[in-house]
């Protein structure tokens, strides 16, 4: 007799990319940021390591809310600190959503949120996005009676509003890299009878954002990382920005140390470090529009990405996305395959450094030319 609640071990759990040995591969394959983060936070680990690691740190980040605060034009009571931004998805998931209740996300996108969803037990829908990335207008009710709804995957059928209890909406989304219109979304929440989640882990690579929408929209709740844009992926540090009424309901659910001194002290340095943002974004932008370009000069469809990745698709591919991410793997390159039932699969890959960028398009480029030259032949 299994001791393990049926929900949890029903459930494949979510499956994060690959994590090779330090110098193994050229890794292309979780948008980590290739730069070094700003001096600034290592700096601020030093000086806390120095005076020491005895004593808890603040609770509630108070000094990185109040960075934080500074930044994006709200009071410090309207953003809460997490242990990475998927510690900021468990707590709104764990807040807002009950066994047998219904969480929203579009498709595809961020697997974990489908994964949250099947920890608590609830139910999640999965309406697909369109042929354009973006998404169909009853996103945000439910389709009526015998309605032909295709772009419902996996759909639960008619789920009445009560039912609904939180909305999750990655902009830009993963992994396409496309981005949904402020005004898009601000129509979803107003149509919603419940919180909309905006995931903006790659925001600032898109040149705006949804923070304004959180002002004028009680509903709306964003969720940051200081992993990609800051190249802080290994210290695990996110934010929440919403309301400090739904800030404090959160603070309920949060471990009471959440974060820890050294990703607090890093954190609230690297954010207000806003000269070496600017600077690294654009870097990491221009490799993108170049990745782009040579990928579709290969013959790939790729969406116009907002973020720090691009999102690869040959047409009538067969094999091809497999057996070439197998290709560049046994060439020191990782990029991620990834497949969704009932959509196809494609490569995602991550912006490097020029070089690095440079060399896994010529091995691409290599890789297309080999299975010309074998195709021909044949």
């Known amino acids: 007799m299994s001791l393990v609640r049926p929900n949890i071990e029903a459930m494949a759990g979510y499956v994060p990319g690959e994590q090779p040995k330090e110098g193994e591969a050229v890794k292309l394959n979780t948008n980590e940021n290739p730069y070094r983060a700003s001096e600034k936070a290592y700096d601020a680990i030093r000086a806390v390591a120095d005076r020491g690691l005895s004593r808890y740190p603040n609770a509630a980040g108070q000094a990185f809310r109040e960075a934080a605060a500074e930044v994006y034009g709200v009071e410090p009571d309207w953003i809460m600190c997490g242990n990475g931004s998927d510690d900021i998805l468990t707590i709104l998931t764990r807040t807002f959503v009950g066994e047998n209740q219904v969480l929203r996300l579009p498709y595809p996108s961020y697997i974990l949120y489908k994964s949250l969803a099947e920890i608590q037990g609830a139910r999640s829908e999965e309406v697909r996005f369109l042929d354009d990335w973006t998404l169909p207008d009853d996103f945000a009710t439910p389709p009526k009676p015998d309605a032909d709804a295709p772009h419902r995957v996996h759909s639960l059928g ?3 509003p009560e039912d609904l209890k939180l909305v999750y909406l990655p902009n830009p989304n993963s992994p396409s890299g496309t981005r949904i219109s402020n ?6 929440a107003d149509s919603l009878p419940c919180p909309l989640v905006i995931d903006e882990a790659y925001a600032d690579f898109a ?3 949804c923070v304004e929408l959180v002002k004028k929209n009680p509903r709306v709740i964003i969720s940051r990382t200081m992993s990609k844009s800051y190249a802080l992926a290994g210290l695990r540090f996110g934010f929440m920005i919403a309301r400090p009424e739904t800030i404090a309901e959160t603070f309920k659910v949060k471990d009471s140390y959440n974060c820890d001194a050294l990703s607090i002290a890093a954190a609230t340095a690297a954010i207000q470090d806003r000269e070496w943002l600017a600077a690294t974004t654009k870097k990491i932008v221009a490799t993108r529009a170049r990745l782009m370009t040579r990928m579709r000069e290969l013959g790939f469809t790729v969406p116009e990405s907002r973020a720090n990745f691009t999102w690869n ?8 996305h497999k057996d070439l991410y197998s290709y560049l793997k046994q060439n020191g390159y990782l990029v991620r395959h990834m497949d969704y039932p009932g959509y196809g699969d494609g490569l995602r890959i991550s ?3 020029d070089e690095d960028t440079d060399r896994c398009l010529a091995l691409v ?3 297309l030319n080999d ?3 074998r195709s021909a032949g044949a």
């Open 371 to 373: 299975v010309g030259r």
């Open 313 to 320: 698709v040959f047409p009538n591919a067969g094999t091809l």
């Open 207 to 209: 040149g705006e954002n």
């Open 351 to 353: 912006v490097g450094t």
């Open 365 to 367: 480029e290599r890789y």
């Open 183 to 188: 005004d898009q979304i601000m129509k979803i």
């Open 158 to 160: 008619n789920v009445k």
